[in-house]
Each structure stands twice: as structure tokens, then as C-alpha cells.
């Protein structure tokens, strides 16, 4: 079975930018749709962005098209989430998960597994 994590959060200003990094190890990664999400605060974890296998399909929520942008190189068996233009509404622990099926649009965190411990985002000036 295969092991995410997580890494690249921090702090950051409005209107700044940070890459998340999802770096797998075990299981067979590079046929694996990853996704990412997002929990803040007594919140649902939300969806963000996914990727299938194949680089070929990618959704993104509504939040973060034209501003987030993942991609991913199974040679190193890495996903990357590049956030621009970071808002007040984009602090959150973000996560990545695996699943085995198709990427979809506005996917359930449910669909996915294999989550690691999370990364946390804070945008504040």
C-alpha cells in the first residue's frame, strides 16, 4: 500500500505563492490518481485539486482554478500543488490521498485513502 507525505507549508503573505509537495513511497504510485484537499478549523475536509495517473485528466474546485496547479512526476513518484496568488481563505492543513479510480470533478474525500499527516498553510500578513 502506498505512503503519502506531505511538505512545502508555511507562512506566506496575501497574494504570495507556495508548492506543495505529496511524495509517495511503497505501493504502485503511477497508477494512482492523487488528490489533494484541504481542512481547516472544525471544517469538512474539502476538495482542491486531482490528477489521474496519466497526467491527463486534472480538476480543480472552483477556489483554486486559475490559481493552483498540480502536476506530478512519477519517476519520483511526486505530486505538486503550486498556489499563487494565496488568499484569506486558502489557510488550511492540506493533505493528499490515493484512489485507485478515475479522476473526477469534485471528488469526495472519501474516494480516497492513503492520506498523510497533512501540511499547514497560513496566509497573513
Request: proline letters at 5%; one cysteine or more.
Amino acid at each position: 500500500q502506498v505512503q503519502l507525505v506531505e511538505s512545502g507549508g508555511g507562512w506566506v503573505q496575501p497574494g504570495g505563492s507556495l508548492k506543495l509537495t505529496c511524495a509517495a513511497s511503497g505501493g504502485t504510485f503511477s497508477t494512482l490518481t492523487i488528490g489533494w484537499f484541504r481542512q481547516g478549523p472544525g471544517k469538512e475536509r474539502e476538495f482542491v485539486a486531482t490528477i489521474d495517473w496519466q497526467d491527463r485528466t486534472i480538476f480543480y474546485s472552483d477556489a483554486a482554478k486559475g490559481r493552483f496547479f498540480i502536476s506530478r512526476d512519477n519517476g519520483k513518484k511526486t505530486v505538486y500543488l503550486q498556489m499563487n496568488s494565496l488568499k484569506h481563505i486558502d489557510p488550511s492543513v492540506y493533505y493528499c490521498g490515493a484512489c485507485s479510480g478515475i479522476a473526477i470533478m469534485s471528488p469526495p474525500p472519501g474516494r480516497y485513502r492513503c492520506w498523510g499527516q497533512g501540511t499547514q498553510v497560513i496566509v497573513s500578513s
